[in-house]
């Protein structure tokens, strides 16, 4: 057997090689345009969604008899910003407003943070019986919360905390869904070999958090944090029970424009548009950021 006849075949191997990336490549710088039907379907979907939020600024706009009239109005009136300052005086939503943002906010942060902490934990630590927990707190999430009302609110009553903002971030400082949702993510982003070469490198425990498990997390925990903070902005059950009128929240306060013999149709609009408002510009000024953040961590993964 020649020379030529040993090396033929690494030589036919590597431009093999060469050929299959460079059909890769090709794949790769590909780009997928999406047919008619996908733009129909997705345009469908989003008048779908966007319809309650526009009835609800058309009847914000209009009168109460115009709103009992039939046909109801498909188009916006002149009453527009008479009917939310009649909705944010009758309601008191400036002292509503601050304290749900304060409230959300609190348990926004405090949710991010203990929830990565505790799916870091279930993540990639070892300790005993860490199945069993994880499995405990994932079966929390199949508890009602009707049921943990009335032993949360002696709870709260014995520690002389009613009718006070504590009350309501206290029970949300941490989730079983925040916990789990952190725990899948860190499993597939966060290499257990970087944290071993960080440990290695003489790192400790909070140095590790810091540095290697927060920059790994982050698209997760802004999608999180994103989603913690609609849900305690829209919380009604248990901020109606431990708040009264005199301290309340958003959902709180809208709930007194609902009282009286004959409630103004349009003036509960105005203030559930009002309530809406501060959702719709921190996903305005943030889901970019957010959405970038995804796509990211998926690239990685």
């Known amino acids: ?63 109460d008899r115009r709103l009992a009239e039939t046909p109801p109005p498909l188009w916006f009136g002149g009453n527009l910003f008479r009917n ?58 199949m508890i009602p919360p009707q049921l943990a009302v009335v032993p949360l609110y002696l709870w709260m009553a014995d520690l002389g905390w009613s009718n006070q903002l504590q009350t309501v971030i206290l029970p949300s400082l941490v989730t079983a869904f925040g916990t789990f949702f952190m725990r ?5 982003a966060l290499p257990t070999e970087l944290i071993e070469a960080a440990r290695v490198d003489g790192a400790s425990s909070l140095r590790i958090v810091w540095h290697v498990v927060f920059p790994a997390a982050r698209p997760a925990m802004a999608v999180l944090g994103l989603l913690t903070f609609v849900f305690a902005w829209n919380d009604f059950l248990w901020p109606i029970i431990a708040l009264n009128q005199q301290n309340p929240t958003v959902q709180v306060a809208l709930n007194s424009l609902g009282t009286g013999y004959v409630p103004d149709q349009a003036v509960i609009m105005a203030g559930a548009l009002l309530g809406t ?24 993964g």
């Open 184 to 188: 899948q993510y860190l499993v597939q």
């Open 277 to 300: 408002l501060p959702l719709l510009i921190a996903f305005l000024l943030f889901g970019k950021q957010i959405v970038g953040g995804i796509m990211q961590g998926a690239i990685k």
């Open 84 to 141: 939310m300052q009649a909705a944010w005086d009758e309601a008191g939503l400036g002292t509503a407003m601050v304290n749900s943002t304060f409230v959300a906010g609190a348990i926004t942060v405090s949710t991010v943070l203990f929830s990565t902490l505790a799916g870091f934990a279930f993540a990639k630590l070892r300790f005993r019986f860490s199945n069993v927990l994880l499995l405990l707190t994932v079966g929390t999430m």
């Open 1 to 63: 057997m020649t020379t030529s006849e040993l090396t033929l075949p690494p030589r036919t191997a590597d431009a093999e090689s060469r050929r299959s990336r460079g059909r890769r490549g090709m794949g790769a710088g590909k780009q997928m345009h999406a047919s008619p039907v996908t733009y129909v379907v997705l345009t469908v979907f989003a008048l779908v969604s966007l319809a309650p939020l526009v009835w609800t600024a058309i009847a914000a706009s209009r009168t």
